[in-house]
């Protein structure tokens, strides 16, 4: 699968996911009237309304880009009815090609974390069946409990060709309350046997774990379907990152909305525009609500978030162009 | 609902939580038989066939104890219909009378929690209406992110009078891989302003944040609506976070199963037997298929697994009795 991502984003020339987060105040009104009067004002009704929603934007972006990754909490919070519209957009882009990034940050100890990934990646055992629950491409994966949460996670991704993104360091203010925390790594130096701390952060000891975990799993362009999530707004930790993960592919939130801009994305990729995919969430689903694309309206919402994907294409290119690449 | 865990753990005696985490390999051959022949064997079949084991289990047992923790996992990965018998299961143990913990370990940056945290104990604004999704009363809480990602839960929390446990030592082999890492802590030391470097573990500096996040949500029994999780297994850790978080309420996971015993708990509670509450899950839900209680029978299983429960109460009973609690 990180293959197939791969030949997707070299196909588009975009090396980013469009992150399907929908929230109620970014559906226009218009939708919103059609599904509370057909369904009312419950769970039922805002489901409909994000699927309108999901739906218009998909088929009006879709040919652009390589991904999407839709986050499972903003369905999560609208109950069965609103993990029942997750799975339908996660079965309607792949219908549309689309690399499906499920947004789930889910980690557990052995068995748990097993049957989460056969959730979200793999195949469930049912009586003489196998049955699938949500079967996204690739997911992300919290890494606080250690490799036996994780392992699960890569033998599912090696029966079914998918593949996951941990956790390394994320882009949120806070991120480094504990990711940044400096550790104490124990290297012994040459001269007779004595140890020596040569301290690391967290998020470095946690990004040399993926390339270890990585190696189970190496796909044939030079990356491994062990992929890492390493915040837009923390370039230069990215740098680090780039290096210590050398065949790790990463996923870049915090594109737009959080800050981010093109140039800090840069050191995130390789010298052949490869290595990471850069997400952007509401710049482009709820693009039509800036004052940038406000002309649109919000009848034309999807138009808005089309133009704000060429947009965001522009803007890597113009960084890459920027570096001679 | 701090308090009110509190109290039913008074009432019943019980410092314990029965784990709801069915697998199909629990769920005797008579109820799959019923189920299929129903649903199939299908995703539908699966979760109807986990329905009728959780709601025979949970008649037995629910006098005898003061919360149930179903692990969301193992209902995720039935799809739809595995999550629609998560709500029922809660919604249940909730009528009969039972805290319900979900074992969930969400956790993700600010608006995302935000959502999981509306999603499971909170409510979702739905055009003029309020709407609920999962409605447990505890949930666990992954604090990889650090204080943006937990915050939301905590203001929900005061809002709905709900509660959160955060993973700080989980129960798993490999939890030290991270969580056991030696952390840098500058502390400034009175001599002329210099610092030194006094090293903690990174569950240890987690333990501290609990404990600061927890003065948010004190209780009126001198427990905080934020607690903690910390495996069974490490005892010793146990100990040290005890003292770290003298108000943070343990949930404490891997006895049984896992290799936990009675005497391996004391150190988690505080001298009025209280301050943890003892998770078992395969222990008790599957105990017909253990040899200790294969007298029961698989029809029998919902006895044994009464038998089960008495029996871990009389065993953390005898611990207490050890040390003269």
């Given at each position: 699968?990180?293959?197939?991502?791969?030949?997707?984003?070299?196909?588009?020339?975009?090396?980013?996911?469009?992150?399907?987060?929908?929230?109620?105040?970014?559906?226009?009104?218009?939708?919103?009237?059609?599904?509370?009067?057909?369904?009312?004002?419950?769970l039922e009704?805002?489901?409909?309304?994000?699927?309108?929603?999901?739906?218009?934007?998909?088929?009006?972006?879709?040919?652009?880009?390589?991904?999407?990754?839709?986050?499972?909490?903003?369905?999560?919070?609208?109950?069965i009815?609103?993990?029942?519209?997750?799975?339908?957009?996660?079965?309607?882009?792949?219908?549309?090609?689309?690399?499906?990034?499920?947004?789930?940050?889910r980690?557990?100890?052995?068995?748990?974390?097993?049957?989460?990934?056969?959730?979200?990646l793999?195949?469930?055992?049912?009586?003489?069946?196998?049955?699938?629950?949500?079967?996204?491409?690739?997911?992300?994966?919290?890494?606080?409990?250690?490799?036996?949460?994780?392992?699960?996670f890569?033998?599912?991704?090696?029966?079914?060709?998918?593949?996951?993104?941990?956790?390394?360091?994320?882009s949120?203010?806070?991120?480094?309350?504990?990711?940044?925390r400096?550790?104490?790594?124990?290297?012994?130096?040459?001269n007779?046997?004595?140890?020596?701390?040569?301290?690391?952060?967290?998020?470095?000891?946690?990004?040399?774990?993926?390339?270890?975990?990585?190696?189970?799993?190496?796909?044939?362009?030079?990356?491994?379907?062990?992929?890492?999530?390493?915040?837009?707004?923390?370039?230069?930790?990215?740098?680090v990152?780039?290096?210590?993960?050398?065949?790790?592919?990463?996923?870049?939130?915090?594109?737009?909305a959080?800050?981010?801009?093109?140039?800090?994305?840069?050191?995130?990729?390789?010298?052949?525009?490869?290595?990471?995919?850069?997400?952007?969430?509401?710049?482009?689903i709820?693009?039509?609500?800036?004052?940038k694309?406000?002309?649109?309206?919000?009848?034309?919402?999807?138009?808005?978030?089309?133009?704000?994907?060429?947009?965001?294409?522009?803007?890597?290119?113009?960084?890459?162009?920027?570096?001679?690449?």
């Amino acid at each position: 699968m990180i293959d197939k991502l791969i030949e997707k984003i070299q196909m588009t020339g975009a090396p980013i996911v469009v992150g399907l987060d929908p929230m109620m105040r970014f559906v226009p009104d218009s939708i919103k009237k059609t599904a509370f009067a057909e369904k009312g004002e419950t769970l039922e009704g805002a489901a409909e309304a994000i699927w309108l929603y999901n739906k218009e934007l998909i088929d009006k972006i879709y040919d652009l880009i390589p991904a999407v990754k839709p986050q499972i909490a903003m369905y999560e919070q609208f109950g069965i009815p609103g993990l029942a519209v997750f799975k339908r957009t996660v079965d309607y882009c792949k219908e549309k090609g689309l690399v499906v990034i499920g947004d789930i940050k889910r980690g557990d100890i052995g068995s748990t974390s097993a049957a989460y990934a056969a959730a979200h990646l793999g195949r469930v055992q049912v009586g003489g069946s196998l049955c699938t629950a949500f079967d996204e491409d690739f997911v992300t994966v919290n890494p606080y409990l250690g490799s036996d949460g994780v392992q699960p996670f890569i033998d599912v991704c090696r029966e079914e060709k998918k593949g996951i993104f941990v956790l390394v360091k994320t882009s949120n203010p806070s991120s480094g309350e504990f990711q940044d925390r400096m550790v104490r790594t124990g290297d012994t130096t040459g001269n007779a046997g004595g140890i020596t701390f040569s301290d690391k952060t967290l998020y470095e000891i946690v990004g040399m774990k993926v390339a270890e975990w990585g190696e189970q799993l190496m796909g044939q362009k030079g990356y491994s379907a062990v992929g890492a999530v390493v915040g837009a707004t923390y370039p230069d930790q990215g740098k680090v990152l780039r290096k210590v993960m050398p065949h790790a592919f990463i996923l870049v939130p915090g594109y737009g909305a959080q800050g981010a801009s093109g140039k800090d994305l840069i050191h995130f990729f390789d010298e052949n525009r490869l290595g990471a995919i850069v997400n952007s969430s509401r710049g482009i689903i709820a693009a039509y609500q800036s004052e940038k694309y406000s002309q649109f309206g919000a009848e034309n919402f999807a138009d808005a978030s089309r133009q704000a994907v060429l947009d965001m294409i522009a803007d890597i290119d113009q960084a890459f162009a920027g570096v001679g690449r």
